[in-house]
């Protein structure tokens, strides 16, 4: 029994702190927020080169070839850092292709992904903003040689700089009607308007597809069997998110319990009192058993698969609402301070929030848990 | 991380899953948790104590040259967490064995451990803690029992208060106040108190639950032999704190909690609330989901701490939320089930129309006990946010 990391996994996640400690500051966040682009191609290249575009890119195609537990730990470190950039869409689309797509895409994307030399992101969401199958209602038409698209797909992460789409579409009815396609991003007719979040250091967009043909060698995982596909990408979309979140909470209370050491107020330091301290106590009791969570979640979806859902589940559920209560204290333990644009508390307060409803929030991933459990 | 357990810890388990199956006693289901009042039912907890002893299950922790049987830790979790799933009958000498039994082997003189430990292991001899006063709760170090060196016996005035069990004990471990000029820390020993000696008198306090479990305890001219300090003179504050590192019980309590969620959804799943079925119910699911999810994290944070453990890994911050965590989850499953059972949750154990006996009333007031004893979690909030976090302590 080891409930624990091993060497290597804590070396990957002390390296990848000092690196992005070093190379990705606040302040480099904040060029990056204001940047219409909002992608910061040279980070995104040093990352890449330090493997971690592939982490979960077999080594036959250039990656890493580590685990999901791996690549949470990374993400802990990136929601820790508020990375911003398109490494968590990139990855998720990487996922679904690892998942569904067959040798001839995996030799043509999958070793320019790992190298940093291609992003992807998937594109699953519609203006409905459900989170199942019967959400999914771009069509794709069948054709002679091919398929013909037409439709809307929202809240696509970084879709303008993308070099290829995964879209999830309807070619038939209910879970067996869904199929993904791989669109590469400057086909003729996908037009993509950036929608703004308050959390600038994420790009969803609004992706139109308009009369887009694609040949039957764009499916991925067969068609029909799209859902099959997603259903795994989003249960690891969930842990990788809670992870993010998780290092997020955890770097959200360090700066408030700093900041509540120096600062005074009646004479003494404000963390001296107690209503003060008993907020950060509190956070601290949510977050190293959410710890714990996370790394189960991760590890199951490895090693335990009738477990991964359920556990993934927990884990978004848990983070969804641990970062944001934590955000809000730390926030609340800066006082006025922690309220202004200058200081960087309200990055991560903002990140709380976008991760905390994206690929769905804590009450929907506890109906989702009670049906898993058979409540 | 591979959370199988080794096929010898396994084997291990069979073994001791199968001498549960047969040796549990059947219990009566009337019977509350923490109630003493029946004599036979102490002579019958003494006597299962004593078959754990034979059967190597006893004192799992404590080397074998006092007794124990010297077990590693992977052991001791396996024992504890099998005797709650088989929902096995509570150790009537658990503060000798852990408490007072450990500090011995840490502290106590050669004559103090032959005296003492062999006779907390058979059930002879059973332990009560006196550390709490009416005026040393939360602040326990301000104690002011008084404990005056005398020749070669110590004269002890004073009072304890919340002392579980020590209407039946033999033996009380003590904390007095031997230095009333030294800062309050450093005049605290650690006294070993015969309840048997003249000028010990008790009173039995009732909790909400109705049971009577709590007494407060007496001291007028109470003559202790100088042979039962335990440590040095004045270092009882050393000695009773390096004793509370000693209780490693953590999977065993998760698995506690976990079978009181069973509980809850099972009552949720077959109880109807206004015309529907509770579990059918989106707010009562939400609720049971919720819970769900902080017991399983629960469950994995006590993982990563026995793996920190097993690694010989300092105890982390992750170690100092389990109490507060852990009573208050416990407190909360409870709540949720009164909420399930509606008008009928408040009815008590020998009502008519009782649901599941009585005990999620029970449970209800017994589970807001433990938030507060041991450390209510305004301390505890006080020990993770000081020690934890390093963050001043208040003026």
Same mark, same amino acid.
């Given at each position: ?20 400690? +070093? ?37 036959? &195609? ?130 993509? +308007? ?104 991760? &590890? ?63 009450? &929907? ?5 009670? +049906?898993?459990?058979?409540? | ?395």
């Amino acid at each position: 029994m080891d409930f624990g990391l091993s060497e290597e996994q804590e070396h990957l996640q002390r390296s990848a702190r000092e690196f992005l400690e +070093r190379e990705c500051p606040a302040t480099f966040v904040r060029t990056v927020m204001s940047d219409p682009e909002g992608f910061p191609r040279g980070l995104y290249r040093q990352m890449a080169e330090l493997g971690w575009a592939g982490l979960v890119i077999p080594e036959l &195609y250039g990656g890493l070839g580590l685990t999901l537990l791996d690549l949470a730990l990374l993400m802990e470190e990136m929601g820790r850092a508020v990375l911003p950039g398109p490494f968590f869409s990139s990855t998720l689309a990487t996922l679904a292709l690892l998942q569904g797509a067959g040798t001839a895409q995996k030799k043509e994307w999958l070793p320019r992904l790992a190298a940093g030399d291609a992003v992807a992101s998937l594109a699953w969401i519609e203006a409905n903003d459900r989170l199942d199958a019967d959400g999914i209602s771009v069509r794709a038409r069948k054709v002679r040689g091919g398929y013909r698209l037409s439709g809307t797909k929202m809240f696509v992460t970084d879709a303008h700089v993308a070099d290829v789409l995964v879209v999830a579409c309807r070619t038939g009815k209910g879970e067996e009607g869904v199929t993904l396609l791989l669109l590469p991003g400057d086909t003729p007719g996908v037009i993509i +308007r950036p929608l703004q979040s308050i959390d600038q250091t994420r790009r969803p967009m609004e992706v139109e597809l308009r009369d887009i043909e694609l040949p039957p060698s764009a499916v991925v995982g067969g068609e029909g069997k799209g859902w099959k596909v997603l259903a795994r990408v989003l249960d690891a979309a969930c842990v990788a998110l809670a992870a993010d979140s998780l290092g997020g909470a955890q770097k959200s209370l360090e700066m408030a319990v700093e900041y509540a050491k120096v600062r005074e107020q009646f004479g003494r330091p404000i963390g001296s009192f107690q209503a003060v301290k008993h907020m950060a106590a509190e956070v601290v009791s949510e977050v190293e058993p959410a710890r714990s969570l996370v790394w189960y979640a991760a &590890y199951a979806c490895d090693a335990v698969p009738r477990e991964a859902s359920r556990a993934a589940a927990m884990a978004k559920a848990r983070l969804s609402d641990v970062y944001s209560r934590t955000t809000n204290r730390a926030v609340q333990i800066h006082g006025g301070i922690g309220f202004t644009w200058e200081h960087d508390m309200h990055l991560w307060f903002k990140r709380a929030k976008w991760n905390e409803f994206a690929f769905g929030d804590a009450t &929907y991933h506890r109906e989702r848990l009670a +049906r898993l459990a058979r409540f | 991380m591979d959370l199988s357990f080794s096929p010898e810890h396994e084997e291990f388990r069979r073994q001791v899953r199968a001498w549960l199956k047969v040796n549990v006693p059947k219990r009566d289901p009337d019977e509350s948790l923490a109630d003493y009042s029946d004599p036979k039912r102490i002579q019958r907890l003494k006597a299962w104590q004593r078959k754990l002893d034979d059967a190597g299950y006893l004192a799992m922790g404590w080397p074998k040259e006092y007794g124990g049987q010297g077990a590693d830790l992977m052991r001791q979790t396996i024992v504890n967490q099998e005797f709650v799933l088989a929902r096995a009958p509570q150790q009537i000498g658990m503060m000798g064995i852990l408490m007072v039994g450990p500090t011995l082997i840490q502290f106590g003189t050669d004559e103090q451990k032959r005296r003492f430990l062999p006779k907390i292991l058979s059930a002879e001899e059973i332990w009560c803690q006196g550390y709490s006063e009416p005026g040393a709760g939360s602040d326990l170090a301000s104690l002011k029992t008084r404990a005056d060196l005398v020749g070669d016996e110590f004269i002890v005035n004073g009072q304890k208060v919340w002392t579980s069990n020590a209407q039946f004990a033999d033996w009380m471990f003590c904390l007095v106040r031997t230095d009333p000029e030294a800062p309050k820390h450093r005049g605290i020993s650690y006294l070993l108190i015969d309840m048997k000696t003249p000028g010990i008198s008790l009173r039995p306090l009732i909790q909400m639950t109705g049971d009577a479990g709590f007494n407060e305890v007496f001291f007028d001219d109470v003559r202790v032999p100088r042979r039962n300090l335990v440590g040095e003179l004045n270092q009882g504050w050393l000695v009773a704190n390096a004793t509370l590192a000693h209780e490693r019980n953590m999977l065993g309590s998760t698995t506690r909690t976990q079978l009181m969620f069973n509980g809850v959804l099972r009552l949720a799943q077959t109880r109807e609330r206004y015309g529907t079925l509770a579990s059918a119910d989106p707010v009562v699911r939400q609720r049971l989901a919720d819970l769900m999810i902080r017991v399983e994290a629960m469950k994995y944070h006590s993982l990563r701490q026995l793996t920190d453990a097993l690694k010989q890994r300092p105890l982390g911050i992750g170690a100092s939320v389990n109490k507060l965590v852990s009573t208050e989850l416990n407190h909360d499953i409870a709540a949720l089930a009164l909420e399930v059972m509606g008008n009928y949750a408040p009815l008590a154990r020998k009502s008519a129309h009782v649901i599941d006996r009585g005990i999620w009333p029970y449970e209800f007031m017994f589970t807001l006990g433990l938030v507060i004893g041991g450390g209510t979690s305004q301390i505890q909030k006080n020990i993770i946010s000081e020690r934890g976090l390093g963050m001043p302590r208040g003026s």
